[in-house]
């Protein structure tokens, strides 16, 4: 019963810890940006740059940043995935979106440097951008018989519109949020004024330490009583916005703009700096409320200029989006918790604890067969950190869990043929091993030129192996 009430525990100090977190800064403008592309740009403004005919240098980084403006996981993809490809996008271009999407999109990205440090963000979009463009240009080199004969045969696109500067400007602003939010400079972190409110909260703070304990070994943050505060504002929000958003598309009601009303709020309060002292409760103004405040601000003046329609639309993909991903991410949050009373550092440090090759394996294989919902790798990767997880073995997880998983392999079995479905999974598979190994190199002083040769080895073997390979049938892939 000890460790049943124990592992109970840990599941909501770790559940508790994240919906108190920061990282509300960061879900929250997401959530938005991820329904203002889904309703305000042209489907036809993002795909017509992946065309076969569009130059490589602009295919393949249209096709990066297309993916990461999408807040999608490895299955969540694919159908966006068989859209464009079947469109008549080029192999290529759509693998690169197909691994760039779940791998580096801007809800991992955000959360990535929250959770874990701005450097492990830095390496996994970079490493992302480089080995996804390389796969995509892999597999369109070692497939482009029969590509070409399928773009060939395929319509190509026939509307070209564009987004407007209105919509620009106004995913801008949501962009400008999200980073106000969540970066960690001097002028956003420079307190302006604060006060001190009479409010005796130290009774209150130590129950929540002994119900919520930190504990940095394990990468617990506890639970405050300005967390708190957040967790009861986003009940709230949830409590409005299942009718104020998910109905919006039949007309705004008051609970629309409650839970707007209630957003902007939470967004602010969690801005601000709170800490409980003995002389009461101290609330610091800092740069980031005023810079979140504004953006908030200027946001709600941008909404009035679309029509209404459009808002809707807006909120309703929002509100969709924060219904796929949301409560599978507190599932998992939850399971990491309870997982986490269980696992003892010495294991993943005797398995994963130095940047050798079989480690950086352990930690693709770990990521596909134990595949997590959207964000949920994070907290995860931040748990095995906390137990002793080289950053080499890390970074080879982070690459591959939100990529491959056994139903999205089925899936892309279905849309692009098995041989190309598993050839796209090795390739997955080595370039995280490679992209593991470079890292941890790297975070252990390796030279460059060396983290070079390691990169050009891992990159020129699949290529001389299957291009013999395709040239040995006699018959176009399929």
């Known amino acids: 019963m000890d460790v049943f009430t124990a592992t109970l525990q840990s599941g909501l100090a770790s559940l508790a810890s994240y ?38 240098f602009v295919s393949y980084p249209a096709a990066a940043a297309a993916g990461s403006l999408l807040a999608v996981c490895s299955c969540t993809v694919q159908p966006l ?49 480089c080995f996804g463009i390389g796969i995509g240009l ?32 106004f995913l801008g602003f949501l962009v400008a949020l999200l980073v106000f939010g969540t970066l960690k400079v001097q002028w956003l972190t420079l307190p302006l004024f604060g006060t001190v409110l ?31 505060a957040l967790v009861g504002l986003l009940l709230a929000i949830g409590a409005v916005a299942r009718r104020g ?3 919006v598309d039949s007309g705004f009601t008051r609970q629309t703009w409650a839970a707007l009303g209630l957003t902007v709020a939470t967004l602010v309060f969690a801005a601000l700096g709170v800490r409980v002292a003995e002389e009461g409760l101290a609330v610091t103004v800092t740069g980031r409320t005023l810079a979140v405040s504004l953006c908030c601000a200027i946001l709600i003046t941008l909404a009035r200029r679309f029509d209404a329609w459009d808002i809707q639309q807006w909120l309703w993909e929002t509100w969709r989006f924060v219904k796929m991903i949301f409560p599978l991410l507190l599932i998992g949050v939850f399971l990491v918790g309870v997982v986490r009373s269980f696992i003892r550092p010495e294991w993943v440090q005797f398995v994963a604890g130095e940047n050798t090759v079989l480690a950086n394996l352990a930690g693709v294989v770990f990521g596909v067969f134990m595949y997590f919902p959207t964000l949920v790798e994070v907290p995860i990767a931040k748990m ?11 970074i080879a997880y982070l690459m591959a869990d939100p990529e491959l998983s056994l139903q999205s392999i089925l899936i892309s079995s279905a849309i692009i043929g098995k041989l190309k479905a598993w050839t796209y999974v090795g390739l997955v598979a080595l370039f995280s091993t490679v992209a593991g ?42």
């Open 81 to 129: 995935f068989a859209g464009i490809y079947t469109k008549g996008a080029g192999l290529g271009p759509a693998i690169t979106f197909l691994f760039f999407a779940p791998a580096a999109n801007i809800l991992a990205l955000s959360y990535t440097g929250v959770a874990l440090g701005a450097d492990y963000a830095i390496a996994r979009i970079i490493l992302s951008l």
């Open 198 to 228: 009479p409010f005796n909260g130290l009774a209150a703070q130590n129950l929540l330490d002994r119900l919520v304990p930190a504990n940095e070994i394990k990468g617990e943050e506890g639970l405050s009583l300005q967390g708190l």
């Open 19 to 56: 919906l108190a977190a920061h990282v509300l800064l960061c879900l929250v403008p997401a959530f938005f940006i991820a329904g203002a592309l889904a309703a305000l740009v042209p489907q036809q403004s993002i795909i017509r740059f992946l065309g076969p005919d569009t130059a490589k």
């Open 245 to 247: 958003l998910g109905q």
């Open 437 to 478: 190994l470079t890292y941890g190199a790297w975070v252990d002083g390796t030279p460059l030129t060396t983290l070079a040769l390691i990169v050009g080895a891992g990159i020129l073997a699949p290529i001389i192996a299957l291009q013999l390979i395709e040239r040995s049938r006699a018959v176009p892939f399929h």
């Open 384 to 394: 095995f950190l906390s137990l002793g997880m080289h950053p080499g073995p890390l």
């Open 138 to 169: 892999l597999m369109a080199l070692l497939f482009h018989r029969s590509d070409h004969a399928r773009t060939t045969a395929s319509a190509t696109f026939a509307e070209r519109s564009g987004v407007g500067r209105q919509t620009l400007l």
